[in-house]
């Protein structure tokens, strides 16, 4: 995989249950954490780590996020004769020039596997990226998902994303062992998707990057439903384990759970707090006089 990574893939079929009643018209990626919902965040670091094609793997539901990257003639229209420049740059500054969208339809939510095995056609056989956006990471320097793309291609191997969860949670996740893994990485030996904690072989949870060779489609086709009845990517990596080098990286950055209420409001309190203003407003409300 010494390839550099041009395609990366977020499915965002899912149901977003633990955001209902919002997630019954408004796609859980569309949430904003300030100004900007979270599949922007997921873009921006995938076009930081070099992706010039993104293909969103969407169901009948989510006709937002496709709109969100289309042209708003009528909105740039608007602001360019009001003179907004700034808020016209933030408009059209959504997705760069280069950068195209593709769109397919997980037609049923059969799991993340299946939603990735949707992608197939646009793939084809080169390495890839996928980007779960509810998982927002946070770093001051590179991206997480361009670190791990470096690092996959220098190896000629696959990479994941892993960060170190309560044993308590380890349900939750997919949790891999691995070698050496006090370092950035080690070859996974392992994985298990949603153990209990007493059955889990560590507490380090596979979290949403993934750099994966075009061969996983192969065995995501031949990948059985799994926990909870659903085709589950792990379940294709650990087919995968037995072909070639699989390594848990551990990204350097800060994760937030967006997908759940509380990394939610983490995420918004993190950003806001780095706005002088806004921070502001959240030492007025923790002090309750906001
Ligand atoms: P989640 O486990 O967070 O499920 O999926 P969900 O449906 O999005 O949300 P909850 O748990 O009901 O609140 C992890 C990722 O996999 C995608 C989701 O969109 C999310 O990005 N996914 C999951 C699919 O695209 N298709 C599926 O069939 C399942």
Not at 4 to 23: E, I, M, N, Q
Not at 86 to 108: K, S, Y
Not at 131 to 138: G, Q
Request: hydrophobic fraction near 45%.
């Amino acid at each position: 995989m010494s390839q550099a990574l041009r395609k990366v893939v977020f499915p965002v079929a899912g149901l977003g249950t633990r955001f209902l009643p919002a997630s019954k018209v408004v796609a859980k990626e569309m949430l904003p954490v300030l100004d900007k919902p979270l599949i922007q965040y997921a873009v921006d670091e995938a076009v930081e780590a070099g992706a010039d094609t993104l293909v969103f793997v969407t169901n009948r539901y989510k006709h937002a996020i496709a709109d969100y990257f289309d042209t708003a003639f009528e909105l740039e229209h608007k602001l360019e004769r009001a003179g907004k420049r700034d808020l016209l740059a933030a408009v059209r500054g959504v997705l760069p020039a280069h950068v195209r969208c593709v769109f397919v339809t997980q037609a049923e939510a059969l799991g993340l596997g299946h939603a990735v095995l949707c992608a197939k056609p646009v793939i084809g056989d080169e390495p890839f990226g996928v980007i779960l956006p509810d998982d927002l990471i946070w770093n001051r320097g590179k991206g997480a998902l361009r670190q791990m793309a470096e690092f996959a291609a220098a190896e000629n191997a696959a990479a994941i994303a892993v960060e170190e969860v309560p044993r308590s949670d380890t349900h939750k996740y997919g949790i891999v062992d691995a070698a050496a893994i006090d370092q950035r990485a080690g070859v996974i030996r392992h994985v298990v998707e949603k153990p209990k904690p007493e059955e889990a072989p560590s507490n380090l949870a596979i979290v949403g990057r993934y750099v994966l060779p075009g061969r996983i489609f192969g065995l995501l086709e031949q990948t059985r439903p799994g926990a909870g009845g659903e085709i589950q990517l792990t379940d294709g990596i650990a087919a995968l384990l037995a072909e070639q080098k699989v390594y848990a990286y551990r990204f350097e950055g800060t994760r937030f759970d967006c997908g759940s209420k509380p990394g939610l409001v983490k995420a918004t309190l993190h950003f806001a707090l780095q706005d002088p203003a806004l921070a502001q407003v959240v030492r007025e409300v923790v002090a309750g006089e906001g």
